[in-house]
């Protein structure tokens, strides 16, 4: 069964602070894609980003930045010098490619507020 | 627009009444998912679509839940006997394949009174 942590219910900082968002997720597939969701105050959910287990280059969009780690079954999200419009639920999500369930498990969101 | 259109924005109804919950998804997507989202919660899988197959329906929760897509497009979610507990925000989901990103739509706010 696929299993999504996001252990830090809520993070504050204040504006321009550096906040890492921590995912660790559980599967048996080999083959299976990871998630971040971002859902603002207006309850929509946004794609960030979308990245196959295969592919552990890290990667970096903007103030935006990704750390897959295979080893230890990690996906965290780092927001760079973070503005109030950051404020939101994050959401990380596992879909397996190989079993016959093809939907997206969440993790329970990391509400993240940042204070100007 | 070019999104997920879920309506009705928002739904009252009386503990014991069947609803129903509409979702157009992206034109041209195959895949379409149904999600919950009680408060404070993170998102529970309900049902997933995908093109002709018979669809994934592990996540509904009793069943007082149905779901369908017409057409491999336009679906619905029924929730018969409505309880309270079926408060929550319902959101639909497409992509264009099976793993790839999924748009969601603003939800359908059901408050079961």
């Known amino acids: 069964a696929q299993k999504v942590t996001q252990a830090q219910t809520e993070i504050s900082v204040v504006e321009k602070e550096d906040v890492t968002l921590d995912c660790v997720y559980e599967?048996?597939?080999?083959?299976?894609?990871l998630f971040w969701y971002k859902q603002p105050p207006s309850g929509e959910l946004v794609f960030l980003i979308r990245?196959?287990?295969?592919?552990?280059q890290n990667e970096i969009s903007g103030r935006y930045s990704w750390n897959f780690q295979k080893s230890t079954s990690s996906f965290n999200f780092t927001i760079t010098a973070s503005q109030v419009v950051d404020s939101a639920v994050y959401f990380c999500?596992?879909?397996?490619?190989?079993?016959?369930?093809?939907?997206?498990?969440f993790g329970s969101g990391t509400q993240l507020t940042v204070l100007p | 627009g070019a999104g997920v259109s879920q309506s009705p924005s928002n739904k009252v109804t009386e503990k014991g009444k069947d609803v129903e919950l509409r979702c157009d998804p992206i034109?041209?997507?195959?895949?379409l998912y149904w999600y919950r989202q009680s408060l404070g919660q993170g998102l529970e899988f309900l049902i997933y679509?995908?093109?002709?197959?018979?669809?994934?329906k592990s996540g509904l929760p009793s069943d007082r839940f149905s779901a369908e897509r017409t057409g491999g497009s336009v679906s619905t979610l029924t929730i018969q006997r409505t309880q309270q507990e079926d408060s929550a925000v319902y959101l639909c989901?497409?992509?264009?394949?099976?793993?790839?990103?999924?748009?969601f739509g603003q939800g359908t706010r059901l408050t079961v009174v």
């Open positions: 989901a497409s992509s264009a394949r099976r793993t790839g990103e999924a748009f």
């Open positions: 990245r196959n287990s295969f592919d552990e």
């Open positions: 034109s041209g997507h195959t895949a």
């Open positions: 599967t048996r597939d080999t083959t299976y894609y």
């Open positions: 999500a596992l879909s397996e490619a190989g079993g016959s369930a093809r939907q997206l498990t």
């Open positions: 679509f995908q093109g002709n197959s018979a669809p994934d």
